[in-house]
Nanobody
Framework: QLQLVESGGGLVQPGGSLRLSCAAS????????IGWFRQAPGKEREGVSC????????YYADSVKGRFTISRDNAKNTVYLQMNSLKPEDTAVYYC???????????????????WGQGTLVTVSS
């Protein structure tokens, strides 16, 4: 069974940092692009950042450029999202997903991606 499990969410003050992890089981991430997505209450799910399987190319939404960094450790079958300078508007449930699309396409059109995690809640509040 293909599974992705997110962890690392929690409550953080504005300006703080969190690192989210996305661990795969039942398959190897080596051949998949991986993306991070988020959904805030009352809003549609949006692509935050995606990374390719091969050359490490990345895509970031404008709202997180310069603050978030996506990385992957194929030896650990895990992808990370380092989130710095967090803002209240970053509050959302964060999901990771795997697919064979290029990272930009994956982030821009997340509707039918192959594997999804269950999500982890990030709350940015003082």
């Amino acid at each position: 069974q293909l599974q992705l499990v997110e962890s690392g969410g929690g409550l953080v003050q504005p300006g703080g940092s969190l690192r989210l992890s996305c661990a795969a089981s039942g398959f190897t991430l080596d051949y998949y692009a991986i993306g991070w997505f988020r959904q805030a209450p009352g809003k549609e799910r949006e692509g935050v950042s995606c990374i390719s399987s091969s050359d490490g190319s990345t895509y970031y939404a404008d709202s997180v450029k310069g603050r978030f960094t996506i990385s992957r450790d194929n030896a650990k079958n895990t992808v990370y999202l380092q989130m710095n300078s967090l803002k209240p508007e970053d509050t959302a449930v964060y999901y990771c997903a795997a697919d064979l699309l290029p990272p930009q396409a994956m982030c821009v059109m997340p509707a039918d991606l192959e594997v999804w995690g269950q999500g982890t809640l990030v709350t940015v509040s003082s």
